[in-house]
């Protein structure tokens, strides 16, 4: 049975891609996939893939939205085992929904295969707890960069609570928007932040600041990258694990 599957790569590391992900990409006919999927998972096809690279830059998307969805949709048309592989979790500010509806208004079957998100894995390689009991227990995830011409339109800053850790994924261009909006509705400007670039890759690069001058001590940090806000960046001292690996 023809089947397009909406895949999620995971963070970098390669081995925490997931074993039902590993089994359809092995299996593939046909992997279509982005700039944030680990090259390296595509080793892991079989003799005789295609491979379509469908990747996107900051205010450079190489192939748009709409075309990478009609893209999917003729090569479940084409082929019988389809991957769709999209870094972290497809159904993360992936755009995975929206592939998932376009294929689904065409009669096209599909599968989610979620993928292990940078939100949650990306701050514990650098030693920081999303949550942890005694400083938080609640975490949110927040887009950093919106795809509307009325940015942060659908951001309710007003809502975050107090001593909620938040992650901000694709925010590293607006540092400086971001911290000045969390200290602008309460949050004291020595909130610790840490910027952390390629998480679970051997090139992870994590630097720790306050609301106050984490733009000014991150702005040359390369790409990708997340942004962590709240107290539990400061268990990073302590939990650091993965640096003493390499």
Wanted: glycine content about 8%; hydrophobic content about 40%; proline content about 4%.
């Amino acid at each position: 049975m023809k089947k397009v599957y909406l895949t999620g790569a995971g963070p970098g590391d390669i081995e925490l891609l997931t074993l039902k992900a590993a089994r359809v990409i092995a299996q593939a006919d046909v992997i279509i996939y982005d700039k944030l999927a680990n090259p390296e998972i595509l080793k892991m096809a079989k003799i005789g893939c295609c491979f379509i690279f469908v990747g996107k830059e900051f205010k450079k998307h190489l192939i748009p939205q709409d075309e990478i969805n009609e893209i999917i949709y003729q090569a479940s048309l084409k082929y019988e085992n389809v991957v769709r592989l999209k870094g972290g979790d497809p159904f993360v500010f992936g755009r995975g929904g929206e592939e998932a509806l376009y294929l689904k208004q065409r009669g096209v079957k599909f599968e989610i295969i979620p993928g292990v998100t940078s939100s949650i894995s990306v701050p514990a390689y650098a030693g920081i707890p999303v949550t942890n009991r005694g400083i938080t227990c609640s975490f949110r995830v927040v887009t950093g960069h919106e795809s509307s011409n009325k940015i942060y339109s659908q951001i309710n800053w007003e809502s975050f609570i107090a001593d909620e850790t938040i992650v901000f994924l694709m925010g590293i261009h607006n540092m400086e928007y971001i911290s000045s909006q969390l200290i602008k509705i309460g949050k004291p400007s020595t909130t610790p932040c840490a910027v952390i670039s390629k998480g679970t890759t051997k090139e992870q690069l994590v630097i720790v600041g306050t609301l106050q001058d984490i733009a000014k001590k991150a702005k040359d940090i390369p790409t990708p990258a997340i942004i962590v806000v709240g107290e539990v960046v400061n268990l990073r001292e302590d939990l650091k694990w993965f640096e003493e690996l390499q």
